[in-house]
């Protein structure tokens, strides 16, 4: 599990590879990954935006933007989580993804909490041993 801390919002990430969304004969990789993000603060906070890099063993990357997370933006009052499960294709057989979640305070105040680097490896990594 991946974990990060923000401003007494913490956010963990448990990826899942997916092999029977996945052929490594059509170079397409399928992932799960799971999120939550619990409120410790003492503020009723909501999540705006998303934003997402997402690259592949290349070193290619994807850039994405977007409005909340699995179509909600979802508003956390001090001591409440919200859990949602999403996933990602790529064209090799590792990869990681890095992100980070816009919030918006009830007091108006928008502020960014980090999502943790995750590694989504498969098992047709090939691993070379020096």
């Not at 990954?33 to 999540?47: C, G, H």
């Amino acid at each position: 599990m991946y974990r990060a801390v923000t401003r007494q919002i913490e956010v963990t990430v448990e990826p899942n590879f997916l092999p029977e969304r996945s052929s490594a004969e059509q170079s397409k990789y399928f992932w799960s990954y799971t999120i939550v993000i619990t409120n410790s603060s003492d503020e009723t906070v909501q999540l705006r935006e998303r934003y997402w890099i997402i690259t592949d063993a290349s070193g290619h990357q994807q850039h994405i933007r977007g409005e909340g997370v699995v179509g909600e933006q979802p508003v956390l009052a001090p001591g409440e989580r919200f859990e949602y499960t999403s996933g990602v294709p790529l064209s090799t057989a590792s990869g990681f993804m890095a992100g980070r979640y816009q919030m918006v305070s009830e007091s108006g105040e928008r502020f960014e909490i980090e999502v943790p680097t995750f590694s989504l490896d498969s098992p047709d990594i090939k691993r070379v041993l020096n």
